[in-house]
């Protein structure tokens, strides 16, 4: 079983509708991720938080909004999404002494952008 | 962006045979990890190989690198229905700690 967790597990909303997607680990890890995966298509990076500060963003459009309240949680807030922004959002952490270390995912929130 | 091409796009076994994937990447790295993937569900580690290694063993998996070529393969060997799943390479760029980007991936199909 996966020690980060991600919800909802799925997700539909309208592109006038603002949404959450939420992550939680508890192993102490201090650097977490958002990656975006569509169908058949490896996970692309969108955002990286070190130490509950933002250190990697990929030129994510500004509808998605991430927040890293402590170091436990992220969040990724959803406003005015698009049709072709439905995907697999997939939650992942590392501790950070080890930067360039194995990740540990989620098993993701599908979202349906109508 | 993409870092890594992998090949096949998709392979299909017999229970019991060995499968091999490869991976080829464009720039220096640090490490590179295979992860493995279930029909739309999260991605889940196997193994993590450095950039001054060459070869890695874990269970029935066995990955092996070289730099010169910037390419890894991943065999699994005497493989089971469970081994159905999406594989994929990721490197981690040398001086981007944070920054894990995955390859094409190899769906890899076993039949009983």
């Known amino acids: 079983d996966t020690e980060v967790t991600q919800t909802p597990k799925h997700l539909v909303m309208g592109m006038t509708n603002k949404k959450s997607l939420k992550c939680e680990q508890h192993?102490?890890?201090?650097?977490m991720y958002w990656y975006k995966q569509k169908a058949k298509k490896p996970p692309e990076l969108m955002f990286v938080?070190?130490?509950?500060?933002?250190?990697i963003n990929e030129s994510v459009p500004s509808r998605f909004s991430p927040e890293c309240p402590n170091s436990s949680l992220l969040n990724l807030h959803l406003h005015a999404l698009q049709p072709e922004d439905s995907a697999l959002y997939l939650c992942?952490?590392?501790?950070?002494?080890?930067?360039?270390?194995?990740?540990?995912f989620g098993e993701g929130s599908r979202l349906t952008v109508l | 962006s993409q870092q890594g091409e992998e090949d096949p796009q998709a392979l299909s076994i017999q229970e019991g045979e060995n499968a091999t994937m490869n991976c080829s990447y464009k720039?220096?790295?640090?490490?590179l990890q295979w992860y493995r993937q279930n029909s739309g569900r999260g991605l889940v580690h196997l193994i993590l190989?450095?950039?001054?290694?060459r070869e890695k063993h874990s269970g029935r998996l066995r990955v092996t690198l070289d730099t010169s070529k910037k390419s890894s393969s991943l065999l699994i060997t005497a493989s089971r229905a469970a081994d159905t799943a999406s594989y994929f390479c990721?490197?981690?760029?040398?001086?981007?700690?944070?920054?894990?980007?995955f390859g094409t991936g190899t769906r890899l199909q076993v039949t009983l």
């Open positions: 992942a952490s590392s501790p950070l002494f080890s930067g360039y270390g194995e990740l540990f």
């Open positions: 192993m102490g890890h201090r650097a």
């Open positions: 938080y070190s130490y509950e500060k933002l250190s």
């Open positions: 720039t220096s790295i640090n490490n």
């Open positions: 190989i450095r950039s001054n290694e």
């Open positions: 990721a490197t981690h760029d040398t001086g981007t700690a944070s920054k894990l980007t």
